[in-house]
């Protein structure tokens, strides 16, 4: 069992929908990341929130909306996706953002239609 | 971008053997470490290893660390078909900044 949790595991959507990808973890840690893996390939990072505030996006673009809405919580909202963004979403969280060890979440296993 | 380049990038073994792989970097780092991915799950973290350690044990893992060469390895001793995954290295520069994953190295353990 993983100690980040995320839902849904898997979610199909068409390119018109909106969504919503959900992570929790309750080990205290200020700093919460979303990661896009490709199969074969090692996560990408999106973002990062830093005691709730984003710190880094890497240039996503903007039909994917990151959200801390408290320090235990991050979400992804999804609109109007393409095709290309089927992919493994992971969640991750340590302690800070000081390069500590990453606790990562099981994925949200994304298909679009 | 990618900061690590892992070899070889696949592994198949037999339950028993040792597995070793290894990861190249470019720029100075903090700190390395290594984690596991089996098959659709998440990434699991094994092993951190600072910029001045120069090796570290966990249980049947031990991890190398040669600035000099910027390279670091992963041994994992008397594998089992449970250590079947993809094993990833990733650095953190040490000018801070984003923790960066290398390609990874698929290892397969057969009964």
């Known amino acids: 069992d993983t100690e980040v949790t995320q839902t849904p595991k898997h979610l199909v959507m068409g390119m018109t929908n909106k969504k919503s990808l959900k992570c929790e973890q309750h080990?205290?840690?200020?700093?919460m990341y979303w990661y896009k893996q490709k199969a074969k390939k090692p996560p990408e990072l999106m973002f990062v929130?830093?005691?709730?505030?984003?710190?880094i996006n890497e240039s996503v673009p903007s039909r994917f909306s990151p959200e801390c809405p408290n320090s235990s919580l991050l979400n992804l909202h999804l609109h109007a996706l393409q095709p290309e963004d089927s992919a493994l979403y992971l969640c991750?969280?340590?302690?800070?953002?000081?390069?500590?060890?990453?606790?990562f979440g099981d994925g949200t296993r994304l298909s679009i239609l | 971008s990618q900061q690590g380049e892992e070899d070889p990038q696949a592994l198949s073994i037999q339950e028993g053997e040792n597995a070793t792989m290894n990861c190249s970097y470019k720029?100075?780092?903090?700190?390395l470490q290594w984690y596991r991915q089996n098959s659709g799950r998440g990434l699991v973290h094994l092993i951190l290893?600072?910029?001045?350690?120069r090796e570290k044990h966990s249980g049947r893992l031990r991890v190398t660390l040669d600035t000099s060469k910027k390279s670091s390895s992963l041994l994992i001793t008397a594998s089992r078909a449970a250590d079947t995954a993809s094993y990833f290295c990733?650095?953190?520069?040490?000018?801070?900044?984003?923790?960066?994953f290398g390609a990874g190295t698929q290892v397969v353990v057969t009964p």
């Open positions: 929130y830093s005691y709730e505030k984003l710190s």
């Open positions: 080990m205290g840690h200020r700093a």
């Open positions: 720029t100075s780092i903090n700190n």
């Open positions: 990733a650095t953190l520069p040490d000018s801070w900044g984003k923790l960066q």
């Open positions: 991750a969280s340590s302690q800070e953002d000081r390069g500590q060890p990453q606790h």
């Open positions: 290893i600072r910029s001045n350690e």
